[in-house]
């Protein structure tokens, strides 16, 4: 089992505000990292595939980078909005399956 | 549009009854994937396929068990349900870099 850590596992965020969280993974036979947000009542959806260190990648308000010698990744959401509410999943690609973290859950408050 | 549906969204079983979940993917992806979602824990790997007949273990495949006959459809299979399979399944189909997941079943087992 490969261990993908994520933390913190929650945090609440006033509306505007900016906010970041971390995963961390194996930095050994790195292949790629995936971001997934996941809210309520929908399927996970895919936000980043990651693959060279040094990456950075964006999507609107939300972006990622990743340090594969070090092995983590760091999320940010800037000028957080309600709608940004959900679970956030990192994943790790190795032995031809991701494995996943368990998440960090963001609550932006009106 | 990329599309994988599950059988069923909710699921109420007894237990010691055999349970069959449905997956089916419409994008010929050869990969399939059936992970469970608890709270705290993540996503974790039931099985997977990588090819029709063939299937791995995850990682945490006690008291499962999966078919392939067709391509499009991977099925888990709960031989004797039990309390502690209580939880959220989620079917994912991939592409080399990217996972598609359908909408979950959430299966009660009393």
């Known amino acids: ?110 | 549009d990329v599309k994988v549906t599950q059988s069923s969204r909710y699921l109420v079983k007894r237990t010691g009854e055999k349970v069959f979940l449905e997956c089916v993917q419409d994008m010929d992806h050869e990969n399939m994937f059936w992970y469970r979602q608890d709270p705290g824990l993540g996503l974790r790997l039931i099985y997977f396929s990588y090819d029709v007949k063939m299937k791995e273990k995850g990682d945490i495949p006690e008291g499962y068990s999966v078919s392939r006959e067709k391509k499009e459809r991977f099925s888990l299979i709960l031989e004797s349900a039990s309390t502690n399979q209580t939880s959220m399944y989620l079917c994912a189909s991939s592409s080399m870099y990217e996972q598609y997941f359908g909408p979950g079943t959430r299966l009660t087992v009393t």
């Not at chain 1, 995936?34 to 260190?53: C, G, I």
């Not at chain 1, 909005?81 to 009106?110: H, I, M, N």
Request: net charge neutral; glycine share 8%.
């Open chain 1, 1 to 110: 089992i490969l261990n993908v850590e994520q933390s913190p596992q929650s945090l609440h965020v006033q509306e505007g505000d900016s906010t970041n969280f971390t995963c961390s993974f194996p930095s050994s036979n790195f292949y790629a990292l995936h971001w997934y947000r996941w809210e309520t009542a929908k399927s996970p959806e895919a936000l980043f595939v990651m693959t060279l260190n040094g990456d950075e990648k964006k999507k609107g308000r939300i972006s990622a980078t990743l340090n594969t010698k070090e092995g983590y990744s760091y999320l940010y959401i800037k000028g957080s909005q309600p709608e940004d509410s959900a679970t956030y999943l990192c994943a790790f690609w190795g032995d031809y399956k991701l494995s996943f973290g368990a998440g960090t859950t963001v609550t932006v408050r009106a």
